[in-house]
């Protein structure tokens, strides 16, 4: 343990974490926003290496304009519990080095849990943003995350209001809970207009940019219970295909989902077909695509969130959602894997434009100054009363 003398209280850092790409354009406007409340918002930012590619991360960050991490734990991949016991480890140290006024985590990831059991350990405030979204589904290592850490958050940061309701299902004191809108929105709307064109995107990449002219889609399908089995890849490609002849299908491809289509030898059959096959994407790239796209197919959390901000239709390739506000206000569709019923909801798009939706409550761009007004204000007070 360390031995070293740490600054009062008050003059130590808020710790913020990340650990996986998403959580980048969710801290990255929050870093910001608090370099308006210093000293009171003294930043150390912490990145876990739960996903960790040095050109890409080095890219993100500056598509972000979010500065490097000031601490690289370097954890790496590994089972859940490797992972998160590893975090763990890796990050109690950095408390004990630095101190900590508050440790800050954003969704859902298994550093968010891990940087939030130390924190509440050692008696530290834990602050989570994006707090008590629910897809009711218990077998989605996300959903663990995201209960464990609001039970042991003291501030719960909310993207929409229905969050609230789930958490005092769960016992969470309403006091708890403060509704401040999506920070992930406010990356979408500082970014888009330096977004990538399509057309410069496909030349750069060798392909031809007039393919996209009449109009495009854009895939992305990452989740182990979508991609990992050919008894639920298969069909579901099956169904990108029939919609793939009506429409140029861009499929910016996970490491994850490649490494399976190749191993079901679906992978050469896509790239002869109306497919147009990408690696993973930079934020801003996959910022243009999405802006122009005629709709998306996903499987992500995020992209539905996305798609809702720019008024673009999505179809949701899963059997639920723990954002039912891009569903019940915005432009998302949740659709399943069964390929009758993506095709059926593909077609309806392209007949009808797809749902028009709105833009939720507070995703106005701002979230991150509520965030830091409320947080300067909240740890002065709680500080007083310690």
Not at 41 to 61: C, E, I, P, S, W
Not at 231 to 256: M, Q, S
Request: net charge negative.
């Amino acid at each position: 343990m360390s031995t070293a003398k740490l600054p009062p209280k008050a003059e130590q850092p808020v710790i913020c974490v990340v650990g996986a790409r998403p959580n980048y354009m969710k801290m990255a406007p929050i870093i910001r926003a608090f370099a308006a409340y210093r000293p009171a918002l003294k930043t150390l930012l912490v990145h876990t290496g739960q996903h960790y590619d040095a050109a890409m991360n080095d890219r993100l960050f500056a598509d972000l304009q979010l500065p490097r991490p000031d601490i690289n734990l370097e954890v790496g991949s590994g089972s859940h519990a490797v992972q998160t016991a590893e975090v763990m480890k890796r990050f109690e140290p950095v408390i004990e080095q630095h101190g900590a006024r508050a440790v800050l985590v954003v969704g859902d990831v298994n550093s968010t849990l891990a940087c939030a059991l130390v924190a509440a350990k050692r008696h530290i405030p834990v602050i989570h943003v994006e707090a008590g979204l629910r897809s009711g589904d218990r077998k989605m290592p996300e959903e663990i995350n995201r209960i464990v850490t609001d039970q042991i958050s003291d501030l719960l940061y909310t993207t929409e209001r229905s969050a609230h309701a789930n958490l005092q299902r769960e016992g969470v004191a309403e006091e708890r809970a403060v509704f401040v809108g999506n920070v992930m929105i406010d990356s979408l709307m500082a970014s888009l207009p330096q977004a990538v064109a399509p057309a410069e995107l496909l030349a750069a990449a060798g392909q031809n940019p007039e393919r996209l002219a009449q109009g495009y889609g854009v895939v992305t399908l990452h989740r182990p219970s979508n991609v990992d089995s050919a008894d639920t890849l298969v069909p579901i490609i099956g169904a990108l295909r029939e919609v793939a002849a009506r429409l140029p299908l861009v499929f910016a491809l996970h490491p994850r989902t490649r490494g399976n289509l190749e191993r079901f030898g679906l992978l050469r059959e896509l790239e002869a077909e109306n497919f147009i096959i990408l690696p993973p994407q930079g934020y801003l790239e996959m910022l243009g695509l999405m802006a122009g796209a005629t709709l998306v197919l996903t499987d992500s959390g995020g992209i539905q969130e996305e798609t809702t901000a720019l008024g673009v239709p999505c179809l949701t390739i899963r059997e639920n959602t723990e954002r039912p506000i891009t569903v019940e206000q915005g432009t998302n569709t949740l659709v399943g894997v069964a390929p009758e019923a993506i095709v059926t909801a593909a077609r309806s798009v392209l007949e009808s434009g797809g749902k028009r939706g709105r833009v939720p409550e507070y995703w106005d761009g701002h979230t991150a100054e509520r965030i830091a007004a409320h947080l300067a204000a909240w740890l002065k007070t709680a500080e007083v009363e310690a």
